[in-house]
């Protein structure tokens, strides 16, 4: 299933949008019920979308239902994407994927190491 995101962006219906301070605060609170996974994707980079496809269908393939998956656009919220680095001590990269249980983040990878595996 997809929708569209407020960046113009067909996203896959499991994603959970990051738009503000806000909404990153509400995934760190998740992350104490279940494990949360933050994809940070720049929409202008080729290698970018082709890890977001690929662990995309990672995700379809899986039947993992107890992780909350959120979506990131840095280009249209690099304040965000600071914020995690900052706030967190985790050097920003792009794409990246960040793991969090129990508010703190407790893995990261970026490029080509972005895995369903970083999460499990």
Request: proline content about 2%.
């Amino acid at each position: 299933m997809w929708r569209k995101t407020g960046t113009g962006r067909n996203t896959k219906s499991f994603w959970k949008t990051i738009k503000s301070e806000e909404d990153l605060e509400k995934a760190i609170k998740q992350s104490y019920e279940n494990r949360v996974a933050i994809f940070k994707h720049s929409t202008s980079c080729f290698i970018s979308k082709t890890v977001l496809k690929n662990f995309e269908k990672e995700i379809e393939n899986s039947d993992e239902q107890n992780v909350s998956f959120y979506f990131l656009d840095l280009l249209a919220f690099r304040p965000i994407s600071n914020k995690i680095a900052e706030d967190f001590g985790i050097r920003h990269e792009s794409p990246q994927l960040i793991v969090f249980e129990n508010g703190k983040a407790i893995n990261n990878a970026s490029h080509q190491d972005i895995s369903l595996s970083q999460i499990l």
